[in-house]
């Protein structure tokens, strides 16, 4: 086998595995901090692509719009969490029912707005060339976009005020409201946070997936899949687990086919929740 062509492969795959940590890390953060599975996590992330390409076609820079899909999606998430989230804490089932309702009404909503087909704002055409080959860059700078969003949450949990009242709530909450923390407005914060990190992964990959109201979809299911391989420890466990069934996927597909991608990626879901029920990192020692 050519070396160029397994260097191509190579981070074509790691760039597959990376795209999928982006869509993954709100979900994460909203069912490792709240547990709350948030079964409307792909509408978010097509509220965010439809927020930034609006913002590009009324003349903002595509950089610019970027920050303005965070904004709309994590005020429509702090709406959420506290009209029907704070509601339903403690009864899972109950919020998986609410969000799966609340991606319904989304999507109902974006296919009145938009219609069912976007165009798109085209990717940069500038490629990288490995010998014969060439890869587009922009899904490749997706590599360093994953690896700053883990840094990002990683500092915000752990270095912040807000990170250690939001671990306090979840882990100590009968500690946290003795020592007079807001569980509910951290609770509202951490939410919004989450759907945030929705917005921005669909405004960064705009260029790469057009914004349509069904776009959620192709993320939401493997995001979900991998959450719950992950199991407690989300931050590093989901970066792990996304890029082992993200980029095993992606490799299985380069020398086969694309089905053959998808199969290896449920089977190896099945296989590790067969082997580890409570998730991969539910007997690590570090929990972050």
Known sequence: M???????????????????????IGLAVV???????????????????????TATQLGLPF?????????VTMLIGAIVEMLIISRLYGRLFDTMLATWGLSIAFYQLAVLIFGTVTPGIGMPQVSLTI???????????MIAVAAAMVYFVYFLMTRTIYGMKARAAIQQPDMARAIDIDSSRVNTLTFSIGCGLAGFAGAVLLPIVPAT?????????KAFLTVVVVGPVTLTGSALTAIGLGGGA??????????AGDVFFFVATALLL???PMG???????KM
């Open 31 to 53: 069912f490792g901090l709240m547990g709350v599975i948030n079964l409307a996590h792909g509408e978010f992330l097509m509220i965010g692509a439809y927020a930034a390409l």
């Open 2 to 24: 050519e070396m160029d062509y397994l260097a191509t492969v190579l981070l074509s795959s790691l760039s597959s595995a990376s795209i999928l940590l982006i869509a993954t």
């Open 213 to 221: 109201p069904s776009m959620g979809f192709a993320f939401v299911i």
């Open 63 to 71: 950089l610019l719009a970027i920050p303005v899909a965070v904004a």
């Open 131 to 141: 010998g014969q080959y060439s890869l587009a860059a922009y899904p490749l700078l």
């Open 280 to 286: 991969i990192s539910a007997r690590w020692r570090r």
């Open 274 to 276: 067969w082997l580890f």
């Open 250 to 259: 992606s490799l299985t597909a380069s020398f086969m086919t694309s089905v």
